[in-house]
Structure formats: C-alpha cells, structure tokens
C-alpha cells in the first residue's frame, strides 16, 4: 500500500489533492487567526507587561514559524537527497521565502515589543543575534538557488546548505537557558507545562494553530506555482527543440 | 477593548507590520500563480501540450 507521500510523488496528483485542501485550509487559518485575536484583545493586560502583551499574539506564532518551516525545509532538502522525491525539492524552494518572511516578522514583532518592555530595540545577545543568522540563512538559501543556472545542481548545493542550517533550531531554542539574555525563557513548551495564564494561553495557542494552517495555505499554494512554473519551462525548452529539429529538416 | 494605554503605536506597529508583510505574501501568491497559468495556456493555444494533458490535471 502507498503512503501518502508515494501517492503525491505524481506532481498531477498533488495538484488535484492541494487544489480540494487549499479553501479549507484557508478558511480554518482565517477562522483561528480571527478567534485567538478576538480572545487576546479581550483578554485582561498582563500584570507586568500591560498591554503590550498583545504583540505576543503575532510575535509568538511568527518566531515559531521562523523554527517550523526551517524545519520543513530540512526535511524536504533530506527527501531530496536521500530518497529523490520529486516534490521534495518544490517544497523546500516554496517554503524559503515564506520562512524569511516570518523569521523577519519574529524579529520586527520581536524589536517593537522589546523597546517598551527591555527600553531597547536591539540587544546583541544569543536569543536575538541567533534568530538573525536564521533570517540570514533563509537569505542564503535564495540567493545560493538564485546564483546558479543548472537548477539540479542548485537544488542539491541548497539542500546541503539547509542540513547544514539546522544546526541553528537546537542553538535559538536553548539560547535563552545557555546565555545571558534579556529574552524570556520558554513559557510555553517547557517541562512542567506552560507558565502563562489561561485567558492569555488560549488566544495564543489559538493565533499559533492559525498562523500554522496559514502557512500550510501558503506553502501549498507556492509548491503549486513551483510545479506550474516548472511545466511553462518544460514546455518551453521543448518548443524550441520542436523549432531546431524542424529547422534541421528543412535544412537538409 | 481597544484603548492599549501608553505603547498603543508599539503595538498597532506590530499588527501593521504582520498585515502588511502576509498580505504581501499572499498577493505575491495569488498574483505568480496567476502569471504561471497564463503562461501555459499561451504555450497551449501555440500548440505546445504536455503529453499528460488529455488527463485530468
């Protein structure tokens, strides 16, 4: 019996399984997001923090993704190489960008939320200086594919540079208990359960699962525009050697 | 509900910050599928058809 990964290894297949998932996929992401944002502005301020706990809402979910998809992409660069699936590489080129662009939103979100509480944008310490090699890693990745012309070659360069990469999660999760830093320690997924209070959880943990499904939404809607983008290039170099090949025969 | 005491441009910032940059990714989505689709079908209309494309796609 196939897995399910053997089934969507047929990229004709993916598109009609992801076309059916795509609108639910969204929707829930739209109806989670919309609930958890509801909950956390009606929630009551934090006793410390005060208002600008809110920013937890977008911050948290968003540096969470700047670790998942990393995730994903080295899970992806690992099918590539080890078993050649052919969607393995569509899947790590799709989720470059998206990754940068919540690591670079963990940081924005992070930066906002650090001058009113840490009186500073910036500090260079572990925490913060290592999620920005992340972002420069995610920046790596596209411009290492971008400087190549034989996409083979730079699908297999990229993948060993993302299992490379991952040697960044386990350094930004532990970075917090290693150093000094002004970033709080883990409050949620921790041993002994989460430190935070009920009404400001809940919202979380809700905007987290929406921002998860949301990137779901957008990762498989980038893969399909990678397969389609793919065909356009397949279809193309085969209508010039349709157009050489007649050339010739007119030729001789 | 709304009133977010003395850091309020703090936190609307953020929120504008997220809108902005995931409304940007999902428009950059919409908009390059879009791109990709009209490509094929302009091959299409040459001529130029996968060998699949009596199937279903």
């Known amino acids: 019996m196939q897995t399910l990964t053997q089934r969507l290894a047929n990229p004709t297949r993916f598109m009609e399984f992801s076309g059916r998932l795509l609108p639910w996929i969204s929707a829930a992401a739209a109806l989670l997001i919309a609930c958890g944002l509801y909950l956390g502005f009606s929630a ?33 660069s690992f099918g590539l190489l080890v078993f050649r699936h052919p969607l393995a590489d569509v899947s790590a080129k799709a989720a470059v960008p998206l ?7 963990a940081l924005v979100t992070g930066s906002l939320w650090g001058r009113p509480m840490w009186g500073t944008y910036w500090v260079w310490d572990a925490r913060l200086t290592s999620v920005l090699i992340l972002f420069f890693l995610y920046l790596g990745l596209m411009a290492l594919r971008a400087s190549l012309e034989d996409e083979t070659l730079a ?13 960044m999660l386990p350094i930004i999760k ?3 208990d290693f ?13 002994g359960g989460p430190t935070i209070e009920a009404s400001l959880l809940t919202p979380l943990l809700l905007t987290a699962a929406g921002f998860t499904l949301l990137f779901s939404a957008m990762h498989l809607k980038a893969m ?8 356009v290039k397949a279809l193309q170099l085969a209508e010039v050697e349709r157009a050489h090949t007649a050339q010739l025969a007119a030729a001789e | 509900m709304f009133d977010l005491g003395p850091h309020a441009s703090f936190i609307w910032l953020s929120y504008a910050a997220v809108a902005l940059v995931v409304g940007g990714l999902i428009a950059w989505l919409m ?6 689709q009209r490509r094929l079908d302009e091959l299409a209309a040459r001529g130029v058809r996968r060998r699949s494309s009596g199937r279903k796609s």
């Open chain 2, 31 to 36: 908009l390059d599928g879009r791109e990709q």
């Open chain 1, 179 to 191: 150093a000094n830093t002004l970033h709080q320690p883990s409050s949620v997924l921790r041993v």
């Open chain 1, 44 to 76: 009551p301020p934090d006793y410390q923090q005060g208002e600008t706990v809110r920013i937890m809402y977008i911050h948290v979910p968003s540096a969470w993704l700047a670790m998942a998809i990393y995730s994903v992409i080295a899970i992806s």
């Open chain 1, 99 to 105: 990754g940068a662009a919540f690591t670079l939103l």
């Open chain 1, 224 to 231: 399909r525009n990678e397969i389609l983008r793919r065909r």
């Open chain 1, 174 to 176: 532990f970075s917090v």
């Open chain 1, 155 to 167: 699908s297999k360069l990229t993948a060993i540079l993302a299992l490379v990469g991952i040697v």
